[in-house]
């Protein structure tokens, strides 16, 4: 992403962050610049090497940790559980509402894709779990694909 996207998408999440009373600080806002630069989802520790290399400063697992719960929680990354990464939303300076997350992950190159699901799939997703006799612990959808690119070569 050219750095005027990357600083456009830091705006608008700082933007996001004052409306609901938080601050983005400046750790938060680099780990989520780290995330949106990053052309594949990013562990944990891959975030710090990251932030450590750049920034000349040692940041410790558990304020990294802390920083990314912080940035899922007010919608700015999404952790892919099946990964155990972290990937930047996709969606931060839209101003509408999003419907559910879905993940296209590429089993060959590692890069992801956040597409939108209809919320009425969602609801017949959710009615099926119930039938079942099971409760959806989340909503989030990652899916094992191949992108246009691999699945050519």
């Known amino acids: 992403m050219s750095s005027n996207s990357t600083q456009n ?4 999440a700082q933007q996001k962050c004052v409306s609901t009373g938080a601050k983005l600080t400046s750790k938060r806002s680099r780990l989520l610049e780290l995330l949106i630069d990053s052309d594949k989802p990013l ?7 990251r932030y450590n290399q750049f920034s000349g400063q040692s940041m410790p697992p558990m304020s990294a ?24 939303c996709s969606h931060i300076t839209c101003e ?30 959710a ?16 899916l094992d694909c191949l992108c246009q690119q691999c699945a050519t070569h």
Do not use: P, T, W
């Not at 940790?65 to 930047?88: P, T």
């Open 65 to 88: 940790y802390r920083i990314l719960d912080f940035l899922i929680s007010k919608q700015l990354v999404h952790k892919l559980s099946s990964e155990n990464k972290y990937v930047a």
């Open 96 to 125: 509408h509402e999003h419907s559910v997350a879905q993940f296209l992950i590429c089993r060959s190159c590692q890069k992801v894709k956040e597409i939108m699901i209809d919320a009425g799939i969602m609801q017949g997703l």
């Open 127 to 142: 009615h099926s779990v119930e039938e079942a006799g099971y409760q959806l612990q989340s909503s989030q959808l990652e």
């Open 9 to 12: 998408v830091l705006d608008k």
């Open 43 to 49: 562990s944990a520790y891959e975030v710090i090497d």
